[in-house]
């Protein structure tokens, strides 16, 4: 139930503290106690965003600005569609070009502009597929929000992460026009450094990022490498 001050006579929400419920687990209660106080929860009720990790392309794109009308993307992990939503909205399918295409092994929601395969993307064929969708075989973006189910095992999450990460990379790499650009979830730990160092090597500009829709408390980090090339 919220809690309400009434200090100097009026009423002020606090947030809202939830009952262990019989049969729901601590940690079940401790995420759903987070989420009803998650202002990024509310937000993306309030704008229409399918989640609240719309709010993390959106202020990754506002401070670099690279998802421009007419682009060709590539939505990795896209479910529920908040991503390809963003997407979608920035790049235009339909004018000049723009193209918008969101895998995930879960089903999502048609959205308007957005073409959407429900596959596994470790699938061995799921890059070919994916490829054929393409228009011209290339993409300009190639966007990667996937993640493994938590263990509780930080490490053991880490290195799935990574693993997902380099497995979008390889794709990027495949599909990437000159001048691409690849964006990643990561973890922060001392194992991505053989992802930084393919990306160096690759892309003219690699920089880490944690937008402000990142919860304070995870470990999250975002890979956003610029400025594709072929040469080593």
């Not at 939503?85 to 895998?103: D, F, T």
Request: proline letters at 6%; a positive charge; glycine letters at 10%.
């Amino acid at each position: 139930m919220a809690r309400i001050s009434r200090k100097g006579g009026g009423a002020r929400r606090l947030g809202v503290r939830v009952r262990t419920a019989k049969g729901r687990k601590t940690s079940s209660t401790q995420w759903l106690q987070r989420q009803l106080n998650d202002p990024y929860v509310a937000k993306a009720r309030a704008e229409g965003y399918r989640s609240r990790a719309a709010f993390k392309l959106i202020e990754i794109d506002d401070k670099f600005e690279f998802l421009r009308p007419g682009a060709r993307v590539v939505d990795l992990g896209a479910a529920p569609g908040g991503w390809s939503q963003v997407a979608a909205q920035r790049v235009k399918p339909g004018e000049n070009g723009g193209h918008v295409i969101a895998i995930d092994i879960s089903p999502m929601e048609p959205l308007p502009g957005v073409t959407f395969m429900q596959l596994d993307f470790m699938e061995p064929d799921a890059p070919e597929r994916l490829c054929r969708e393409l228009r011209e075989g290339q993409a300009d973006i190639v966007l990667s929000d996937m993640a493994a189910p938590a263990s509780g095992h930080r490490k053991t999450d880490h290195l799935r992460i990574v693993g997902l990460c380099e497995a979008a990379l390889d794709f990027a790499e495949d599909v990437l026009a000159p001048d691409g650009i690849f964006l990643a979830k990561v973890l922060q730990g001392g194992t991505e450094g053989e992802v930084l160092d393919r990306l160096k090597k690759k892309f003219s500009k690699v920089r880490h990022v944690k937008p402000e829709a990142s919860r304070p408390d995870s470990a999250e980090l975002y890979v956003l490498a610029q400025g594709f090339h072929d040469s080593c």
